[in-house]
């Protein structure tokens, strides 16, 4: 048997023994940071969120966790709908039901005590809740229990325990294959992997933490989660290396693909009635269609065949109706069956996800933007503006005032390590017809740059651009083909949305983290050049009016002065200007803490693809600043 769920739920905890006590996790959390397969910390427990088969039907068939369609984001990614995690009201989150909880496993499954410094494998306790544990060897309560730091995390993406007593005893001649462990730290070497060693109660054998980091390449990595049945498997990239943290932020990155909600405008999809919706990408539908299919091919088909098919169908389906949904009509049921669609199959099957291209859905979100006028739609209202400045006018081309919006964010799959695989989210064979989710209203302000302006500079800087950006280009291909190419266009508008960010955060009252950022940059055949900077808070609806008077031109104006002032110096200058601060895998320029890079939350891009140079020019190359025009 596999170990028991571990529930933490949207801002409650559970009452039972196997639930989180005492902590909370926000909704948007339960898909980013926190999401499946992330590692999370909630006081003394160390937990990891499992794949999305193993969510409560409570929460899978109950129709009002469904976020209300958006058709362009269920068509790219193949899915009926998306599911918003649950959430409870703070005065009763202390009692509030299993199955309206998200699913975590408790991992790892080493925890070592404070109070005897024992080190034990608690596998044999996997049904017991974690308050109720005691330390195998002393018997202290689990308030001195605490999950060892270091985990094995595979060159495929699982992770699992490191095997502690296992190589602990590789080269030992005594035999012994004890797990009865001792951790302790050595006095007088510092603070490295070499102060902690870990000894075998039984034989003795002791070695400290970076010789066992030397010997992890002898322990087999898992090609299954911590809550399935164990998979071994080989090695596949040999320069990885597994022993990690496990609070280490490249362990977990996940995949998000968002949409601006364009109903009711020319450029979102029709959305079919719920019903429709629901038969056509129904299994059971799907399987009849073959099977009438198939026996027809065969010559084995009769009515009496194709009626007994339908009714049971009929049946089925019936017996195991969303909640608020009411009985289907066998009709309903047979003419859905023998009703003949080009797309049928085409949703609720595994997207390739290296094949999303999450960027496509910018296209029809940067026309509604640029309307002229005030479009007014049900969760859109933007107005448009043309600069009347003639000096800003050279590099702003018009702003759009949007006082309410609508994004639905999906978790899609997660990477590791900053490797490109993407790893599925649904670890079981049955094809799901959803994606987890959530949705933020908010307000906010579309900025559209002036592109002949852009063109302009590019060619007469193209020598010095270039110069700035080979690195950034070629490792961006090198290792992250996730990302956008760094165009000029893209970083240039990417580091002037950081910057505005941090500008308007310190004038119009929101934190940091409340904002988000969209670069919209096209090709030559998709032309666009603009960024959207709008309210990113997933549970409240963001609609203070601060963005929406920012966006008015003196207001704005003044913003660009300031920033583009700010943006002259860094703290960290020279070094950052004309050397680099490349950060995490190299992908930035002119880039740190002190001038360009935001909260991580912000920035769909993982604050990758920025230099500030291309906003206010380096001597070093001759680059002459865009609003130097």
């Known amino acids: 048997m596999g170990d028991p769920n571990i529930n933490a739920s949207c801002r409650y905890r559970g009452g039972n023994k196997n639930r989180v006590s005492d902590g909370k996790l926000r909704k948007s959390q339960l898909l980013t940071s926190f999401g499946v397969g992330a590692i999370v910390e909630i006081n003394d427990q160390s937990l990891m969120g499992m794949d999305i088969s193993r969510w409560s039907p409570s929460i899978t068939k109950n129709k009002k966790y469904r976020i209300s369609p958006i058709p362009r984001l269920e068509k790219m990614l193949k899915k009926s709908f998306f599911i918003s995690p649950p959430t409870a009201p703070s005065e009763i989150w202390k009692d509030a039901s299993q199955t309206a909880s998200i699913p975590y496993h408790r991992f790892p499954k080493w925890l070592e005590c404070r109070k005897c410094n024992s080190l034990r494998n608690y596998q044999s306790q996997r049904f017991t809740a974690y308050k109720d544990l005691s330390c195998l060897k002393c018997g202290a309560n689990s308030k001195f229990l605490s999950p060892i730091r270091f985990i094995y995390s595979g060159d495929n993406g699982y992770l699992d325990d490191i095997s502690w007593d296992f190589l602990l005893h590789v080269g030992e001649t005594s035999g012994c294959r004890e797990n009865h462990l001792t951790k302790k730290t050595l006095g007088g070497r510092g603070g490295g992997l070499s102060a902690i060693e870990i000894s075998c109660d039984k034989c003795g054998a002791k070695k400290n933490l970076n010789q066992i980091k030397g010997l992890i390449h002898l322990q087999n990595p898992r090609s299954s989660h911590p809550w399935e049945q164990r998979i071994n498997t080989k090695v596949e990239k040999k320069d990885h290396q597994p022993f990690q943290q496990r609070g280490a932020t490249s362990l977990y990155q996940p995949r998000i693909v968002s949409a601006l909600d364009l109903s009711g405008s020319d450029y979102e999809d029709d959305i079919g009635s719920e019903v429709d919706q629901f038969l056509q990408d129904h299994e059971d539908i799907l399987d009849a269609r073959k099977f009438i299919n198939d026996a027809k091919e065969m010559n084995i088909w009769s009515q009496e065949v194709d009626d007994n098919k339908i009714k049971n169908v009929y049946e089925k389906i019936n017996s195991d ?217 997933g549970d409240t609806e963001g609609s203070l009016g601060g963005l929406v008077r920012m966006g008015e031109e003196q207001r704005l104006m003044n913003s660009i002065e300031s920033l583009i002032s700010s943006a002259k110096w860094c703290s960290s200058d020279p070094a950052c200007l004309e050397i680099g601060s490349p950060g995490t895998r190299g992908l930035n320029k002119a880039a740190c803490h002190a001038c360009c890079l935001i909260s991580e939350t912000s920035c769909v891009y993982m604050n990758a693809l920025l230099d500030r140079g291309l906003i206010v020019g380096s001597e070093k190359e001759n680059l002459q600043g865009f609003f130097d025009l």
């Open 321 to 537: 109706l969303p909640l608020d949904f009411e009985k289907i009509p066998l009709e309903k049921i047979k003419s859905s069956i023998h009703e003949e669609k080009t797309d049928v199959g085409g949703k609720n099957e595994e997207v390739n996800l290296d094949d999303v291209d999450s960027e496509s859905l910018k296209i029809a979100e940067y026309a509604l933007l640029n309307d002229d006028g005030r479009q007014k739609i049900k969760n859109y209202d933007g107005e448009k503006y043309f600069i009347s400045d003639k000096t800003l006018s050279k590099y702003i081309r018009s702003v759009t005032k949007i006082r309410r919006l609508r994004e639905v964010r999906v978790l899609s799959g997660y990477t590791r390590h900053f490797y490109p695989k993407i790893h599925n989210i649904n670890a079981s064979e049955k094809v799901l017809p959803w994606l987890p989710g959530y949705e933020v209203f908010g307000e906010g302000i579309f900025i559209d740059f002036n592109s002949s302006s852009i063109k302009s500079w590019i060619k007469k800087n193209s020598k010095a651009i270039a110069s700035r950006l080979s690195v950034m280009q070629k490792r961006r291909d090198e290792s992250s083909t996730n990302l956008p190419f760094p165009s000029a266009k893209f970083v240039l508008l990417h580091t002037f949305s950081h910057l505005m960010i941090k500008q308007l955060c310190f004038e119009s009252g929101y934190g940091s983290s409340a904002l988000k950022e969209r670069i919209y940059v096209g090709d030559d055949q998709n032309k666009m050049q603009g960024i959207l900077i709008y309210t990113a808070d």
